[in-house]
Structure formats: C-alpha cells, structure tokens
C-alpha cells in the first residue's frame, strides 16, 4: 500500500482490467525499422499516434488527421485503463504505467482490427512523460511514429485558462512541456508547433507528416490511398 503527500491511503488494484500487453505478433501487423532517431526501435507499420501535453490542440488535430485520411481514430487512454495510468503515476509505480501504457496502446490497436490506418489520440509519449529516461527508454517497447504537438507555455496557459483547466502550477506545465519536446527531439518526430497556428493550419501540417511517415513505414499494400502532399 502507498499514500500521497496527505496521507491517503492509493491501493491501486491495477490488475482490475486486463492490463498486460498483448503480443504485437498477434496484431497480425509488421514490425519495422522507421526512423533513423537516435535510439531506433521497431515500430508498427500504418498506425500513427498524435500526442502532446494539455493545451496543444491535440485531440482536435487527431481528429482532423483521421477525417483527411479516412483512418480509424482511437483513444487508448479514455476510460478505466486512462485513470488507472494516473494512479500508477501517483503512486510512484514504474512498472504499472509501463504495463498499463503498452496494454491500453495494444488495446486500442486490437480494437480497430484490421482497419488501417489507424491515428491514436495519445501515444507513448503520454507514458514516457510520466517516466524518467532510465525507466522509459531502456525497456518500452511499443513504439508508434508519432507526431508531437506543442505549444509554449503562455500558450498552453491561456488555452487552458480559457477551458478552466489550470488547475496546476506553471512550473508543473513547463516541466511536461519540455519533457515532451525533448522527447520528440529524441527520436526524431515531426513536431507541429500550434502557438500560433490556427487548428487547420496545424491539421494540415499534421495531415501531411502522418502521410509521409505511413508511406516511409508501410508495404505498398498498406499504404493510404494517394492524397497530394
């Protein structure tokens, strides 16, 4: 049993959903090398995951994406295994938000079948975030191309503000900010500033990296029907 700063009592039962990964293999989906990052990996071929802290736009560009490329959209992080990674997170539990990250992301994948391809509202940036470099990159092993969107801070605050969401401290948001910056820069994604883009600028600028990031990564058979970049 945990507790928090105040004392209450976190008996995190994480094992109350199916929360272990699933064998990729099963997916039925190829595993391949997709990009030339400094810490490259395999990934999934014809799925691509938007992601991004509070505040960047990110579901409303994930969305777009999808719509632009007739793809499946899924939220790996709603519902029950979304509130069960926050309470590994509180509970200071590595090993729990890297079993429930990688299982909520295969869910989503098993979900959306055959269907490709497939845009992830939340990636794994959303569970390396919670994690320092040491837990997260020596042992992650779903790894997604994904696109970060990002936005400074003034505004993410103001956006925030706006949806009466600023219920952290500044230095809380700046933290997960740069956090996922510096993540992205680690691994090469395309990151899509929306400080000062308006939603189809950004979507559009999104649109057109998920399409060269699914041509780079898919066999010809898997690859979005053509759409000019």
Not at 37 to 46: D, F, Q, Y
Request: charged letters at 25%.
């Amino acid at each position: 049993m945990t507790h928090d700063d105040n004392g209450a009592d976190w008996s995190v039962e994480f094992d109350s959903v199916d929360t272990q990964p699933i064998d990729l293999s099963a997916l039925g989906l190829l595993t391949v090398q997709v990009s030339p990052s400094r810490l490259p990996a395999p990934s999934l071929v014809g799925v691509i995951g938007i992601d991004g802290h509070q505040g960047t736009g990110k579901s409303t560009i994930a969305q777009g994406v999808a719509r632009a490329l007739n793809a499946t959209y899924e939220r790996p992080f709603g519902g029950e295994r979304g509130m069960l990674l926050a309470e590994a997170d509180h509970a200071g539990d590595p090993d729990a938000v890297l079993r429930i990250g990688s299982s909520a992301l295969t869910a989503a994948i098993r979900r959306s079948g055959a269907r490709r391809p497939l845009v992830l509202d939340r990636s794994w940036m959303t569970v390396g975030s919670l994690l320092n470099d040491e837990d997260f990159y020596g042992r992650w092993e779903v790894w997604i191309p994904t696109i970060l969107c990002w936005a400074d801070l003034p505004t993410t605050l103001d956006r925030l503000g706006q949806r009466d969401e600023f219920a952290k401290s500044t230095s809380w948001h700046q933290h997960y900010i740069d956090r996922y910056r510096r993540m992205a820069e680690d691994r090469g994604c395309v990151i899509v500033d929306t400080s000062q883009a308006t939603d189809a600028e950004a979507i559009d600028e999104a649109v057109r990296a998920a399409q060269r990031l699914l041509k780079w990564s898919a066999p010809e058979s898997m690859q979005p029907r053509s759409m000019p970049l």
